[in-house]
C-alpha cells in the first residue's frame, strides 16, 4: 500500500471509472437501458448511480460544494427503490448520464487536490475517497454481474487466466487451534463492518486446499445430489424444487455433455476450474454431502490472514504487500476463475491456495457486527443488513478490484442467490489431540 493517499486516491478512483466506461461502452444505448434481469438494474442506472453517489460523499460531505442534481438523488437511491422497479424510474439516458459522471468527476479531482487528508475519519488517509472508488468498484462488479446475465452477441474479452494444477498438493490443510486477530483497526480503507480488531478463538480445524472445483461438483450431481432432501437445508430443498433447480446456474445437460454459458459463450464445464454461480444452500448441501461443512466466517479469516511463525495476522494470505497479477486473480483482468492450484505465489503460510481472487466464498455464518461495532459513515452500508438472513462471503472473485478486495473484506448475500461469482471450499473438525497453537 502506498505511503501518499492522495496518489493512491486518485489511481483508484481513475481504475474504477476506466473499468466503468468499459462495462458501459461495450453495448448499445439498448443494452444499457435494458433490463437483463430482474435481479439486476439497468446499467444506465448503475452509471448515474455511481456518478450520483460520487457527487454526494465528495462534492456535497467532504467539499461542502452545492448540489449538482439534487432532483434525481431519490431516484438513484438504492434502498428507495428495489431492482426489478428501476427501469420504470425517469432515468438519465446514456449520453446524460455520462456527462453527468464526468462532470462530477472533474470536480472531484479539484476536491481531491485541495482537501488535507488528515484530521477527522472521513478525510484522514483519504477514506472518503477510498470509500467511493470501493463503491463503484462493486458496481462494477455488479455490472459485470449483469453482463453474464445478458443475452446476446460477445460484448466482454479478456485472455485466459494463468494454468494452474493441484498436483502435488494435499487436499486439506490443517489450521492450528488458538486465538487470532480477526478484523482490523489499523487498515485506512476498511469499511465499518471489517471494523474493530478484536481477538478470536477457533479450534482446530482442516480446510481444503483449493476451492471445490467443477469436476468435484459433478459428482455431488451424478449421485442424485439435488435429489436427495438429505442433504439440504429444508428451506434449500424448498428452494430447488420450487424453482426446478438441477445444477449451478448457467449450466445445462446436453448431447451428453454439461456445458455452460459464460458472457455469452458456450462451453464445456472445465472439471479443473473452481465451480461458480452456486447459492449458500447448493454450497451446504455439497458439503453434507462431501461428509464436511462450509467452514465459519472466522474460521476462514485465521486461514487467510494468521502466521503461525509470528502469531500476527496479516492483510493477506502472501502478506501485507497489495496484490500483483502473480498472487491472484483479480480486476476483471481473466473473465474466470483460475483453474484449483493456480497463484502458488499467493498461497497462505499454511499452504492455502486462492483465498483472494476467483470465487466469492460461502461461509457458515450469518452477517453479524463485530464486537465494539460502529456505522460509519452511514448505517445503510452495513448495519441494517445485519442478522440471520444474510450469509457472508469471503475472499473476492475474478470480477473484485483489489481495492475491494483485502484478507478482512465482508461480503454478504441472501443464501438464495445465484447470480453473483460464488463457489464455496469445505471444511471438518480436527479431532481433539491435532493442531494447537
Same mark, same amino acid.
Given at each position: ?7 493512491? #486516491? $486518485?489511481? +483508484?478512483?481513475?481504475?474504477? *471509472?476506466?473499468? /466503468? @466506461?468499459? %462495462?458501459?461502452?461495450? &453495448? ?126 460477445? #460484448? $466482454?474479452? +479478456?485472455?485466459?487466466?494463468? *494454468?494452474?494444477? /493441484? @498436483?502435488? %498438493?494435499?487436499?486439506? &490443510? ?129 486461514? +487467510? ?133
Amino acid at each position: 500500500m502506498t505511503g501518499d493517499p492522495r496518489g493512491r #486516491a $486518485l489511481a +483508484a478512483l481513475t481504475t474504477a *471509472r476506466e473499468r /466503468t @466506461a468499459l %462495462l458501459t461502452g461495450c &453495448v448499445d444505448d439498448g443494452e444499457l437501458t435494458a433490463q437483463h434481469s430482474p435481479l439486476m438494474s439497468p446499467l444506465v442506472w448503475d452509471l448515474a448511480h455511481i456518478g450520483n453517489q460520487e457527487e454526494q460523499w465528495l462534492l456535497r460531505t467532504v467539499g461542502g460544494g452545492p448540489a449538482l442534481r439534487p432532483e434525481i438523488d431519490s431516484v438513484y437511491d438504492a434502498f428507495e427503490h428495489p431492482r426489478a422497479s428501476r427501469p420504470s424510474l425517469p432515468l438519465l439516458p446514456p449520453a446524460e448520464a455520462r456527462a453527468y459522471a464526468l462532470e462530477v468527476r472533474g470536480r472531484v479531482l479539484d476536491v481531491l487536490d485541495r482537501t488535507a487528508l488528515e484530521g477527522g475519519p472521513l478525510t484522514a488517509s483519504g477514506f472518503a475517497f477510498g470509500m467511493i472508488a470501493q463503491h463503484e468498484q462493486q458496481h462494477d462488479e455488479t455490472m459485470l454481474i449483469t453482463h453474464q446475465l445478458r443475452r446476446g452477441p460477445v #460484448a $466482454l474479452t +479478456a485472455p485466459e487466466p494463468p *494454468r494452474g494444477s /493441484t @498436483a502435488g %498438493l494435499p487436499a486439506e &490443510v490443517l489450521v492450528p487451534g488458538g486465538p487470532f486477530t480477526m478484523g482490523t483497526s489499523a487498515e485506512p480503507w476498511a469499511l465499518d463492518n471489517e471494523r474493530p480488531a478484536h481477538h478470536r478463538t477457533v479450534a482446530a480445524f482442516h480446510l481444503d486446499t483449493t476451492p471445490v472445483t467443477c469436476g468435484a461438483y459433478l459428482a455431488f450431481l451424478a449421485d442424485g445430489g439435488y435429489r436427495d432432501p438429505r442433504w439440504w437445508a429444508p428451506e434449500g430443498f424448498a428452494q430447488i424444487q420450487r424453482h426446478s433447480i438441477t445444477a449451478p446456474l448457467f449450466w445445462r445437460h446436453e448431447g451428453g455433455q454439461w456445458l455452460r454459458r459464460r458472457f455469452g459463450v458456450t462451453e464445456p464445464v472445465p472439471l479443473d476450474e473452481p465451480v461458480l454461480h452456486v447459492s449458500w444452500y447448493e454450497a451446504d448441501a455439497y458439503a453434507r454431502w462431501a461428509g464436511r461443512r462450509l467452514p465459519t466466517e472466522q474460521e476462514w479469516e485465521k486461514a +487467510a490472514r494468521f502466521d503461525p511463525a509470528s502469531g500476527r495476522s496479516r492483510r493477506y494470505p502472501w502478506g501485507d504487500a497489495d496484490p500483483t497479477p502473480d498472487h491472484a486473480n483479480l480486476g476483471q483482468r481473466h473473465l474466470r476463475p483460475a483453474p484449483a492450484g493456480s497463484y502458488p505465489a499467493g498461497a497462505s503460510p499454511l499452504g492455502v491456495r486462492q483465498l483472494i481472487g476467483d470465487v466469492w466464498e460461502w461461509t457458515a455464518s450469518d452477517f453479524l457486527p463485530y464486537p465494539g461495532f460502529a456505522a460509519f459513515p452511514y448505517r445503510e452500508y452495513s448495519e441494517v443488513f445485519f442478522g440471520s438472513a444474510h450469509k457472508v462471503l469471503r475472499g473476492g472473485s475474478f470480477g473484485v478490484d483489489p481495492v475491494a478486495c483485502r484478507g478482512t473484506f465482508r461480503n454478504w448475500d441472501l443464501p438464495v442467490r445465484r447470480q453473483i461469482f460464488s463457489g464455496f471450499r469445505t471444511a471438518r473438525d480436527a479431532a481433539p489431540d491435532e493442531g494447537t497453537g
